[in-house]
């Protein structure tokens, strides 16, 4: 049974760091992709950076050089360090798995909005100016 469960979010003030954490179960094998999405008030669901079946890091420009995603050694738990955070990384912070496309035997290393198939209940992060 696959479970996510986000911890850490909460408040804080501009140019301040946090640090999610995604406990997870079910997920750990290197065929799964393993990101962090955000939902501000009012917008789509929108993916942030992502960890590919290859262990690559990928980030959205919106968050390039300000947030760092990194698993433990184990794979169990997915971590966002955010730093420098602005009024606009205010959102709802999911934490997803999915497995990538495959055509035969070859398999994308990243995945795609619809390949994320399990997700987090979400965390509040909250930044004020």
């Known amino acids: 049974q696959v479970q996510l469960v986000e911890s850490g979010g909460g408040s804080v003030q501009t140019g301040g760091s946090m640090k999610l954490s995604c406990a997870t179960s079910g997920v750990a094998g290197s065929k799964y992709c393993m990101a962090w999405f955000r939902q501000i008030s009012g917008q789509e669901r929108d993916g942030i950076t992502q960890i590919d079946t290859d262990g690559n890091p990928k980030y959205s420009d919106s968050v390039k050089g300000r947030f760092t995603i990194s698993q433990d050694n184990g794979k169990t738990t997915l971590l966002l360090q955010m730093n420098d955070l602005k009024p606009e990384d205010t959102a709802m912070y999911y934490c997803?798995?999915?497995?990538?496309?495959?055509?035969?035997?070859?398999?994308?290393?990243?995945?795609?909005?619809?390949?994320?198939?399990?997700w987090g209940q979400g965390i509040e992060v909250s930044v004020s100016s």
């Open positions: 997803a798995a999915g497995t990538p496309q495959c055509y035969g035997t070859y398999c994308l290393k990243v995945c795609r909005l619809s390949d994320f198939t399990y």
